[in-house]
Each structure stands twice: as structure tokens, then as C-alpha cells.
């Protein structure tokens, strides 16, 4: 028996964003929309925490932290505000959340819920913390998930690193 | 878009693997690249510690890595262009790092996206989950689809 039959859910699973509403996150809707197979049904989570928050409020959304059904709500909007920029991408998407922490183990958490075939989020889960926070929400999801994660990157971040010295370079050099 | 999909490919289940979680999510017919990296002798030497500093038959050595990886992206390739992928095989040396490598024949080819498999023969899961953990900010700046050895059921 091969793999396709032993796991015939796997590709139906929906796509699960990890949404935090920074432009990170929003840049991976646009991103999976471009490289995956058109129609995919999909999840946006947004994760959050009473007082650490743990995700951009949508715009004009004001409340306070500490209450914990202001923060869920909040939260909500986030998640409805990703799942209407995936809509936008080609996605058949709706929203939900979740209170966890840390992050990644509410990203894996509800991977695993939903038999998700992909989880997609930026390679930092967070604005504002960047220098701090790099990678940690995206290096603790792909290692502690089996399931298949795309990682999207800021496209200015070529910007900052120097050009490669040397490179085996084929025969097809300008 | 044709940019191509640029597979970090090492022969292993792992790298398998990825070839066909990419076929079943990625947007395809598309150009791909299967990608093999050779590390030489005398680098894996010095980072297992060895105190070797010449090595008699170095080049021959070096030359046997070529071929092999050689033959890994070639059977890569083939594994690619049967799921409907337009690939082609390519090999690489890592001088520094094999994620340094990754990210420069990315960059060479404008890779539209790189697929690498999470658990391979321990150097591309190493450099891709090290670099996400450690330099993907600085270093990747393309998106990576990680797959599983082992998807979940």
C-alpha cells in the first residue's frame, strides 16, 4: 500500500494561516495565494493571549488587555480580517482563534485539529519585537510539527546581507 | 510566473518526501530545479574534528562526492519531472554552509520558492531548520516549504 492511500486526507485538509495581522503574516496570504494550487480551502488562526495580546489589532479596534473578552474579540477581527485577504488570494477561507500559549503549540494545536495539509505564517510571528523575535514562532512550529510548513520571508531582507562571493557558478553565467 | 522551484533534494526519505507533499500543494507544471550539494573532504573532515590536515587522495575523493551527488540530482530530477515537474538537476559545492549554498543557487536561478524536506540526511534539515532558527531573516528571503518525513495522518 502507498502513501497516497494510506493518508487519502492529507491533501484535503484545509490550508491553515497563522495570521497575526502584521504585514508579515498578510504577505504570506498574498504569497501561498501565488504558489499553491488554485481552490484550496482554508483556515486563518489567529492566536492570542489576555495581556501579551499576541497579534495586531485590526484597524481602529481599541481594547484593553486585560479583558480577556475585549482581547478575544479583538482577536476575532484579526482572524476575520485574514480571512478576508485570503478570500481575496483565491482561498475559500474563514476565520477562527484560539487562546494559547505559547503560540507555535496553538498553531500546531489546531494544525492538528483540522488535519491541516499546510500550515503557512511568516518566518517572525510578531511586528515591533523584530531583532528580538525572529524566527521563534516560525523555528517552533516547523520543528515540532509534521505536518508540511511554508515560511514566508520579508522581501526586503535580501537587502541587508552582502552578495555571495563565491558561487559554483554553472555554464550559464551572463 | 516562471520562476522555477528550486528542490533541495539529497537523495533521503526525507527529500523524497518533499518532492511529493510539493506536487500535491504547489502550483505545477512548473519549472524546477533539483538540487544536490556536495560538501568537500577536507571541510567535512575539519568539521568532524579531524586533526588530518592532508588527505593523500583528496581530489579523488572530492571527485567521487561530485559524482554522487551528481547522480542524487539526477535521480531527483527524474522523480520530479514524472510528478510533472519541467526539472532539471543541478549540484552544488558548500564551501561555508549548505544553507549559504541553497540560498545563493536560489538567488542565481530567482527561485520562486524552495522545498526542502525537514528530516534529510541531517545537512539540509540542519541548514534550513538551523537558518530558520538562526539566520532566515538574513539568509533565506525566499518562502520554504518544509515538509515532513513522516506527514501526519
Same mark, same amino acid.
Given at each position: /500500500? ?6 487519502? !486526507? ?160 554553472? !555554464?550559464?553565467?551572463? | /510566473? ?83 515537474? !519541467? ?67
Amino acid at each position: /500500500m502507498n502513501m497516497t492511500t494510506r493518508f487519502p !486526507n492529507r491533501v484535503r485538509g484545509p490550508i491553515l494561516f497563522a495570521y497575526d495581522g502584521s504585514d508579515l503574516a498578510k504577505l504570506a496570504i498574498d504569497e501561498a495565494g501565488q504558489q499553491l494550487a488554485a481552490g484550496r480551502t482554508a483556515l486563518v488562526l489567529t492566536v492570542w493571549q489576555p495581556f501579551d495580546v499576541g497579534f495586531v489589532p485590526a484597524a481602529e479596534v481599541r481594547f484593553d488587555a486585560a479583558q480577556v473578552s475585549d482581547v478575544q474579540r479583538a482577536a476575532e477581527q484579526t482572524a476575520a480580517e485574514g480571512a478576508s485577504l485570503a478570500q481575496a488570494a483565491g482561498f475559500d477561507a474563514r476565520g477562527t482563534v484560539i487562546e494559547a500559549a505559547p503560540t507555535w503549540k496553538g498553531i500546531v494545536d489546531v494544525a492538528d485539529e483540522h488535519d491541516a495539509s499546510l500550515i503557512v505564517l511568516g518566518s517572525h510571528g510578531r511586528t515591533g519585537l523584530a531583532g528580538v523575535l525572529i524566527g521563534s514562532v516560525a523555528e517552533a512550529v516547523a520543528a515540532h510539527s509534521r505536518r508540511s510548513v511554508l515560511i514566508a520571508h520579508r522581501p526586503d531582507s535580501q537587502d541587508r546581507t552582502s552578495r555571495p562571493v563565491s558561487l559554483e557558478t554553472g !555554464n550559464d553565467s551572463p | /510566473m516562471d520562476k522555477p522551484v528550486l528542490f533541495c533534494y539529497d537523495g533521503s526519505e526525507g527529500s523524497r518526501a518533499a518532492l511529493s507533499v510539493a506536487v500535491e500543494l504547489v502550483m505545477h507544471p512548473a519549472d524546477a530545479v533539483v538540487l544536490a550539494v556536495w560538501t568537500p573532504v577536507a571541510i567535512q573532515l575539519a568539521r568532524g574534528g579531524s586533526l588530518l590536515v592532508d588527505v593523500p587522495n583528496e581530489g579523488e575523493l572530492d571527485e567521487s562526492e561530485i559524482a554522487a551527488a551528481q547522480r542524487i540530482a539526477d535521480e531527483g530530477a527524474a522523480g520530479a519531472r514524472r510528478r510533472g515537474y !519541467n526539472a532539471s538537476a543541478r549540484i552544488a559545492e558548500a564551501t561555508e554552509s549548505v544553507a549559504k549554498t541553497i540560498r545563493d543557487v536560489a538567488r542565481e536561478i530567482d527561485a520562486r520558492l524552495i522545498v526542502c524536506g525537514q528530516r534529510g540526511r541531517g545537512a539540509f534539515a540542519t541548514a534550513i531548520l538551523g537558518s530558520v532558527s538562526h539566520q532566515l531573516s538574513a539568509h533565506a528571503e525566499r518562502p520554504v516549504l518544509i515538509a515532513p518525513q513522516h506527514p501526519a495522518a
